[in-house]
């Protein structure tokens, strides 16, 4: 059996101003001027080939000596370690997408293509900031967890006039309004 690897490939220049490229570890946050990382689907990492801000190009590829990624930051995109499933916080993990930032989270991770088949499953979910995760694309979790929380914040509860969508488009506004106005 031949293993699927998922690969974030983004390299540029970091602008002094501005850190472009980064990674985060339990222990520490790494900032480079290039990043490149490979990973499989099951959150392992093969290899780490960075450019230090001293412009020391660094490869990690000993499993052993491995640092446990918690977040990869490259240009305009974060990848965080979570939960495949998020009722289930200690098994299996993966790298998605953060696509909504703030106090409360939006990961989005979608079906890819290989060889012309559909790898992969589609990943909807919200951090709350008890750390628990969420599937938004559930109508209970929805009713029961999402929508109480959200209307408890007096500003947001006054200013957002939606319905409650769970289709990406909406639920990403609806939660980057609640982050803009609920610290």
């Known amino acids: 059996m031949i293993p699927i690897i998922t690969m ?5 220049n970091a602008q002094s101003d501005k850190m472009k490229y980064y990674f985060v570890t339990k222990k520490d946050t790494v900032f480079c001027k290039k990043l490149r990382y490979d990973v499989t689907p099951a959150a392992h990492i093969n290899e780490i080939d960075y450019t230090d801000m001293q412009g020391k ?18 240009d305009k995109e974060t990848e965080d370690k979570i939960p495949i499933k998020p009722n289930q916080p200690k098994s299996y993990q993966r790298y998605t997408s953060r696509v909504v930032d703030g106090k409360l989270k939006v990961y989005l991770g979608t079906r890819g ?28 979790n929805m009713k029961k967890v999402i929508k109480p929380y959200l209307i408890k914040c007096k500003e947001f509860n006054d200013k957002y006039k939606g319905n409650f969508k769970r289709d990406e488009s909406s639920f990403m506004d609806m939660i980057g309004l609640y982050n803009s106005l609920c610290k």
């Not at 974030?8 to 540029?12: A, D, E, F, S, V």
């Open 113 to 140: 293509v290989l060889n012309g088949s559909t790898t992969g499953m589609y990943r909807f979910f919200i951090k709350m900031p008890d750390g628990k995760f969420y599937k938004i694309n559930s109508g209970r």
């Open 8 to 12: 974030g490939y983004l390299i540029g």
């Open 57 to 74: 190009q660094i490869v990690l590829k000993d499993k052993k000596n491995m640092p446990e990624v918690l977040t990869f930051h490259t």
